[in-house]
């Protein structure tokens, strides 16, 4: 729902400003039209679903995945496609993968979303968007800004939406944002965000020229800087960042690569999710007893990781799958 819109309609009606606050508290808890939110008169329920289009995206296509994970394309109003992903898991967790971009200008060479065509920012009320067309399923209760995009090019409305995720369930404890490292969004994040909103990094590498090859973006900000500012982050708010590491056969997977990456790390501020590779193209993913050995040198230099459950994969919504142009 056009939340701007919403506001303008509403005082342009002369309606009080809690009417505002009215329509989204109905829409966070699910509703699926106006003609549900019985505390607003029926006339003013008329003229929001003629004025107001209940969403900002339009359906385009729904898969399910044999686990239950549930994949959707989406489309803005101007045409640009919008993936997102509510995974469910056996101990109640239902957790939704957003997407901050359509698209992503950073070109990740592991990244399906990387190499389709960069649309343009989403806005805060087409990144809720998503999360509501899940909350009218089913209870949500986790968030991860992990879908297409990297959402501190996006810093405002990637915000402006966690900030309005409790009203769905999501708290900030259970909401977590992934970047690669864009330091600008990084600083204003530790400086700005008081909420227990969680941090994860993608380091992917700490060697530096692999880094580079894998990420681009890494030239641009390279990875000794990015972990300083993690650093500063537990400082200030004394919470752990998650660092991912997806597992790529050959490339960044060896022993060797293991050790590199807990010299950088510290087993204070970081944590390490090792991410099971889901091939879409270029790679191949580690196996398993190769992920195991990556883990064991990680607990040797004690720093705590695990390995990631892979929801999603028959239906390309796993981690580093979205993308609906290829
Ligand atoms: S991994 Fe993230 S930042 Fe890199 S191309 Fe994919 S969506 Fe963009």
């Given amino acids: 729902m056009d939340l701007a819109l919403l506001d303008r309609t509403l005082s ?7 009417r505002a606050r009215q329509v989204w508290e109905w829409t966070a808890r699910g509703s699926a039209s ?12 008329t003229v ?40 469910c898991y056996r101990d109640g967790r239902r957790s939704l993968c957003l ?40 209870p949500v209760n986790h968030a991860v800004y992990m879908g297409m995009g990297e959402p501190f090019l996006n810093y405002a409305d990637v915000i402006e939406s966690a900030r309005r995720l409790p009203d769905l369930g999501i708290t900030p404890r259970r909401t977590t944002i992934s970047t690669v490292g864009w330091m600008p969004g990084l600083s204003r994040f530790v400086d700005e965000v008081d909420e227990p909103i969680r941090l994860a990094l993608s380091i992917h590498a700490a060697d530096p020229e692999l880094r580079s090859e894998l990420m681009p973006v890494n030239d641009r900000y390279p990875l000794g800087d990015v972990v300083t500012e993690c650093r500063r982050y537990f400082e200030l708010r004394r919470r752990k960042v998650f660092v991912e590491y997806v597992m790529l056969a050959g490339v960044n997977d060896s022993p060797a ?14 944590k390490v999710n090792l991410i099971p590779y889901n091939p879409t193209g270029t790679f191949e993913g580690s196996s398993r007893q190769t992920i195991e050995g990556f883990k064991r040198e990680l607990d040797r230099a004690r720093i705590p990781a695990t390995v990631r459950l892979t929801r999603g994969r028959d239906i390309e919504a796993a981690c580093g799958q979205l993308a609906s142009v290829r």
């Fill in 48 to 87: 929001l679903a003629e004025e107001v289009p209940f969403s900002t995206l339009e359906v385009v296509t729904e898969r399910e995945a044999r686990d239950g994970t549930l994949k959707v394309l989406f489309r803005t109003h101007d045409g640009h496609p919008v993936e997102a992903v509510l995974m």
């Fill in 12 to 18: 342009e009606r002369g309606e009080p400003s809690y």
């Fill in 99 to 138: 997407s901050s971009q359509s698209g992503c200008p950073l070109t990740c060479t592991f990244c399906a979303t990387g190499t389709m065509r960069f649309g343009r920012n989403l806005n805060a009320s087409e990144i809720l968007d998503q999360a509501l067309h899940f909350r009218r399923i089913a």
């Fill in 257 to 270: 690569a293991a050790r590199a990456l807990a010299a950088l790390l510290d087993s204070r501020t970081f």
């Fill in 34 to 45: 106006y003609g549900e939110m019985t505390t607003l008169a029926k006339p003013l329920r």
